[in-house]
């Protein structure tokens, strides 16, 4: 057992950190405040924590300048156009940021918490592990983003869908359509997607390309399959509203499809708790009796 001073520093040193991360956690209020001002828009703001190490970016840069990796950081810049933070961080910028988690993985873990307080000598497969969790931290945090942003999406689609689907089918064209989707809809990240389509067409691009463009920066199945249904409706001339409203129900029944699975994998995950904390409890009440008065016979079991 560590001595108690030890102990208070271990306790000190957690608290601190806890405190630090909650206060980086955003609070919620500025998107708020937004949404009431109806002034949101497609959001390029990352991570405070992110931000708050911004300045230490400039000094990374030219250690990671002459790296190439281009299929990474492509796959960079697309995920953070999918995360609805375009142009918050270059490639350059992450991968400074993956260097400064990896120092401060291995800081935190290695240096300060098993060799100062804990007085572990590590070995050098323990410096390793740090190193790789800090450099694939940023990573983990970028797809969490993105597969956050995606779920929102998904949830408010059907209802965004059916109120497009109306608008068109009351008069209104496509375009007019999605400002109206615009205009009534709730706030969030696919109105944004909408509005921010809307805005290209404004400036000129053609309606094919702003819903590529649009699948594109959301990258699911139900958005590409919208596109591609509309992109053919506008090539062969065919009317919009039956198209929307026949893409309206498939992508309801596609979410009551995804509620049965979700629930059914659900069952299935509830055997492994079942079966490692549950049955043993229980092998030891119903065997438990029977293997004591088989060891000590009729005799009586002192407590």
């Known amino acids: 057992m560590l001595p108690v001073p030890y102990l208070i520093i271990l306790a000190i040193f957690w608290i601190g950190l806890f405190y630090i991360a909650f ?13 009431r001002l109806g002034v949101g828009g497609v959001s390029n703001e990352v991570s405070p924590l992110v931000t708050a190490l911004r300045p230490l970016f400039s000094f990374m840069l030219p250690m990671v300048k002459w790296m190439r990796l281009t299929k ?13 933070m375009a142009g918050g961080l270059s490639s350059d910028e992450f991968l400074a940021y993956k260097l400064i988690m990896m120092s401060v993985f291995w800081g935190m873990f290695i240096g ?57 089918e009351a008069g209104l064209d496509f375009i007019s359509g999605i400002g109206k989707v615009c205009e009534k809809a709730k706030a969030g990240p696919l109105v944004d997607e909408f509005s921010y389509m809307l805005g290209e067409i404004q400036l000129g691009a053609s309606r094919q390309q702003a819903l590529r463009n649009f699948s594109y920066r959301t990258d699911m199945s139900e958005t590409r399959s919208f596109s591609a249904l509309l992109i053919q409706a506008d090539i062969l001339g065919a009317s919009v509203g039956p198209v929307l409203r026949a893409q309206s129900d498939l992508i309801r029944t596609q979410r009551f499809q ?41 005799m009586v079991i002192g407590l």
């Open 23 to 35: 206060q980086l956690m955003p609070s919620g209020e500025k998107q708020e405040i937004e949404e």
């Open 72 to 84: 990474y950081r492509n796959w960079i810049d697309k995920k953070f156009i999918n995360a609805g």
């Open 112 to 168: 300060l918490l098993a060799e100062t307080i804990v007085g572990w000598d590590t070995p050098i497969w323990a410096h390793f592990v740090a190193l790789t969790i800090g450099c694939f931290f940023p990573d983990a945090w970028i797809d969490g983003q993105v597969t956050e942003r995606q779920a929102t999406i998904r949830r408010s689609l059907p209802y965004v869908m059916d109120l497009l689907t109306l608008s068109v």
């Open 258 to 298: 995804r509620a049965e699975r979700q629930g059914a994998y659900a069952s299935q995950k509830i055997l492994f708790p079942l079966i490692l904390c549950i049955m043993p409890a229980v092998f030891v009440v119903i065997f438990g009796p029977i293997a004591l008065n088989f060891i000590y016979g009729d």
